[in-house]
């Protein structure tokens, strides 16, 4: 794969792997945001939903801090798995993961909270236990919601930039994403050169952003 278009392969591939990495994450807080009321409630809310706000380069720093080699969840993922983050195109997913999930878990939670328990409870009355109520009743509802939660997060995932350079850096042809290619070649006055990135910038964060949208009206239809 040629240099330039190896920053559209690899946003697109961190960017799906980010999106499904959030799913079962965004489903179990989701569920528990919706549902459940305990003492300290506020407080998780606020540190899940913490990534929307805290400077994405600070983000990035304390992922570095985390996951680096010489860290104990960096050194133990190393010892176990022989990867590392730093300075590797899964830094680049780690980054958008935790960036992202915001999206995901609000879009669940809002879909959680829409379900009618009395159809849970019915399902129970007849015979199912509650996780068999849960993916047969609830997730099936939530359908609409999940998918516009994924295809946020897609969109926000693509467009990471901050937390990505910190933990994954800007290598070419190994960690280069279109946001740092871009950056790149700005600062080297080669922006003769962008038009491929911008265009696919522009076109998956379209997509992106019309396929959630498309199915949060959907939802909100049914």
Request: positive net charge.
């Amino acid at each position: 794969m040629t240099e330039h278009l190896f920053p559209i392969w690899l946003s697109l591939k961190c960017s799906l792997l980010s999106s499904v990495i959030n799913l079962p994450w965004g489903i179990f807080w989701g569920w528990i945001l919706a549902r459940k009321k305990f003492p300290g409630k506020i407080i998780v809310q606020t540190f899940l939903y913490f990534p929307l706000v805290l400077p994405p380069v600070l983000t990035g720093y304390i992922l570095l801090s985390l996951f680096s080699k010489h860290s104990f969840l960096g050194g133990m993922f190393y010892q176990l798995f022989h990867t590392q983050f730093v300075l590797d195109w899964k830094g680049v997913v780690l980054a958008a993961t935790v960036v992202a999930s915001p999206f995901m878990i609000q879009s669940i939670k809002e879909a959680m909270e829409n379900v009618d328990v009395r159809l849970e409870m019915v399902a129970r009355s007849l015979g199912a236990d509650a996780w068999k109520a849960f993916w047969t009743i609830t997730i099936p509802l939530c359908q609409p919601g999940i998918l516009a939660g994924f295809f946020l997060t897609f969109a926000r995932s693509m467009g990471e930039f901050g937390a990505t350079i910190m933990v994954a850096g800007n290598i070419p042809s190994k960690t280069q994403t279109i946001p740092s290619a871009i950056y790149s070649k700005v600062l080297l006055g080669q922006e003769k050169e962008m038009f491929p990135l911008i265009v696919a910038a522009v076109v998956f964060a379209y997509v992106g952003l019309g396929l959630s949208y498309y199915y949060k009206q959907k939802k909100i239809i049914s």
